[in-house]
């Protein structure tokens, strides 16, 4: 994601069928960690979507119960979220480079211009006629070169073969071909 790009080229990401926003959020504090490792400079967007309003108004506030501190490490705790009762909510800094919004990928517009796209368990619940029509929607929404990620119980049909290359089986990362 970042070989040739400049320091003012915005990082893009598109996570739909963000449902309350853990993965759109997982991207966020992932980008941040790494770019910070590698003391790299980069602005990011990413846009998180949703058919259900009542999903992308929890993912907009990114409150999580007590239970997640079984999930998430001790010290992204204290780096990216803040205590709150019953709780806790992602650091402001993390919330204000997302943007929510809901949307249907088959009749609304599609982003445009992504890095990547990161559509972990939305394939699943699509028909394979479904699956033909939104894979196309999100080759065009990615950059030259972009990223596709699926599921791990996720693959492309055909459609999605003959317009990206596999580039990690095991990871289901997919790229754009020309």
């Not at 980008?31 to 910070?36: D, R």
């Not at 030259?144 to 791990?152: H, T």
Request: overall charge positive.
């Amino acid at each position: 994601l970042l070989d040739g790009r400049d320091s003012s080229d915005t990082l893009r990401v598109w996570v739909p069928g963000c449902s309350t926003g853990e993965e759109t959020y997982s991207h966020a504090i992932s980008l941040v960690e790494i770019l910070s490792e590698l003391r790299v400079e980069v602005p990011i967007q990413i846009f998180g979507t949703d058919l259900s309003e009542s999903a992308i108004q929890k993912a907009r506030i990114g409150f999580y119960k007590e239970s997640i501190t079984s999930e998430v490490s001790e010290v992204r705790l204290r780096r990216f979220f803040h205590k709150v009762p019953e709780g806790y909510q992602i650091s402001k800094s993390i919330r204000d480079m997302v943007v929510f919004a809901r949307q249907n990928v088959f009749s609304d517009p599609p982003f445009s211009r992504m890095d990547l796209i990161s559509c972990r368990n939305v394939l699943i619940y699509l028909s394979p006629v479904l699956q033909k029509r939104v894979i196309p929607i999100f080759h065009y929404a990615l950059k030259e070169r972009g990223f596709l990620l699926v599921g791990n119980t996720e693959g492309l049909v055909r459609t999605g073969t003959d317009i990206f290359d596999l580039v990690d089986r095991r990871a289901k990362i997919y790229q754009k071909k020309s």
